[in-house]
């Protein structure tokens, strides 16, 4: 991810290694952050250590700074890690309430507001068209502040969070069907959510299958969709997420 002063990426990397006395393989997490403009490395920390025989899980690696860019959110595959932007030092790790090895859940995006507001949402999928559940954490605790949980749809193919400038609405898009199949006219694709009280502030259907969605300004949203390219024109869509038009 881009830190927001844009003069840093963060990235996390896995790297193998042999250990000296064991002879065995190792694999290790590592989350660096680089000045992309002069090519140094900045700061590094590592954050798992596994035998190469243990599972790792495929969603893996999401990095987002928050909106102040003080903080570092990292999805190593079973925790949140929470670090300190400029040092990596760990403040928190969060669990996410993932069901063990092997498992068909997985995290499809994890996102924080554009202010500094203290929390993080994380949208998890069931897989096999079983929807998934939407988890706002409060990153100074690790207590989990709000969920909501969806029954049907597919976000392991391209489901994605953004949080609008207020810090308090988050938008989800839901992804109904699988790409390549029709999405329903009465289908809700993009949801707009608030976190203080749990309540559903807006339902649209897009007319497309949405996937990555973000915040312009201060109520809008901007969709795009997880199909192919083909024959269909795919426009980008931008929404008001207050009427939803």
Known sequence: DLAPAGNAVAVLRQRTDTNAKTGRHERFLDVEVWDFRSNQRLARHTLAHR??????????????????????????????DVLRADTLEEITRIDLGLPPFPRVVEVVDVAAPPTSEGLAAVWVARGEGLGGTVRVFDLSTGALARSWSFDKGYPEFGGHLAWLADGKSLAVTLLPTRPGQRVPPDATTLEVLDAPSGNVLREINTGDLAGPVATVGNKQLLTATVEMAGAESAPLKLWDATTGR
Not at 56 to 72: E, F, M
């Open 51 to 80: 035998l190469m025989l243990s599972p790792i899980s495929a969603d893996w690696g999401i990095v987002r700074y928050t909106g102040d860019g003080k903080t570092l959110l990292v999805y190593d595959g079973e925790l949140l």
